[in-house]
């Protein structure tokens, strides 16, 4: 499926019953052989965790019932699923009875499932039960501040480097201001990028002028994690990395993909921004 096929930048009417063929999976190897991986061996874990603010469907006899959703999507799955295509979708239950909570929740998984090509775990959450947001996670330091001599923004992993020295660190580094733009509509995508990382130590200036070169550039969100990631390992080769990112949401929907070296990498807390 071509991606001008995709439901993003058009008019839609809003389904009225629901209809699993809305979901739009775009594949993920172009992306991936734009970064020199094209031989299915992909040097990272991860997943995308997708926050869903606006499910909604019918009880038995006919009261509506609402929650939010997460939805996990494997790093490995085929394809990725258009966000606009998401949202048709999980509008189209609107309208639809189902028995139970977790029938609705197998239900979307499936569906889910089918359009990634892996399967896709979906947890629904009540809305009456708080979700705990934070402004930065605990224990990551904050490099939007550091002094930047020629702030650039075009893609530029060239700005990458080490610090003079180099010596071996631990550390987890938080910036707020990545920005990059819908590869469709053209529209901004906010979000907050974390790195975390062992080996030696990076260039904080430099690191800034990196994410800030992405202000322009056009990607899906789950592309400029993994782009993230590959820089990195190539210029500044730590021994361990998981990168993140947790972008505001859109349409009721955010997308927070992270890829780790480690299994147990994640994408950490929900955010005050989401």
């Known amino acids: ?69 997460e939805i996990h999507v494997p790093a490995d799955s085929p394809s990725i699923i258009e966000s606009k295509s998401l949202k048709l979708y999980l509008n189209s239950l609107n309208q639809e009875v189902f028995a139970s909570p977790e029938r609705l929740r197998a239900v979307v998984s499936e569906d889910l499932s089918g359009a990634a090509g892996a399967p896709v775990r979906v947890q629904l959450r009540e809305v009456d039960t708080g979700a705990m947001a934070e402004g930065r ?72 002028r990196y994410i800030v070169s992405f202000r322009n550039k056009q990607d899906f969100h789950e592309h400029c994690v993994e782009t993230v990631f590959t820089d990195l390992m190539a210029r500044c080769k730590p021994e361990a990395l998981t990168v993140c990112a947790r972008y505001t949401r859109r349409g009721g929907l955010d997308i927070n993909p992270w890829r780790s070296t480690s299994p147990g990498g994640g994408a950490g807390p929900r955010l005050i921004r989401q």
């Open 1 to 69: 499926m071509a991606l001008h096929d995709a439901p993003l930048g058009k008019s839609s009417e809003y389904p009225e019953h629901y209809d699993p063929t809305l979901l739009f999976p775009v594949a993920r190897q172009e992306n991936r052989r734009r970064l020199g991986l094209d031989d299915g061996r992909w040097p990272w874990f991860g997943e995308d965790l997708w926050q869903a603010w606006e499910v909604s469907w019918l009880r038995p006899g006919g009261v509506p019932a609402v929650a939010w959703a």
């Open 137 to 208: 996670p605990k224990g990551y330091e904050l490099i939007d501040d550091e002094p930047v001599a020629d702030v650039i923004y075009h893609y530029a992993p060239e700005s990458l480097r080490l610090r003079d020295g180099a010596e071996r660190v631990s550390e987890r580094l938080c910036s707020h201001l990545l920005k990059s733009n819908c590869p469709v509509t053209g529209q901004p995508d906010w979000g907050t990028l974390l790195i975390e990382y062992t080996g030696p130590r990076i260039d904080r200036s430099a690191l800034l």
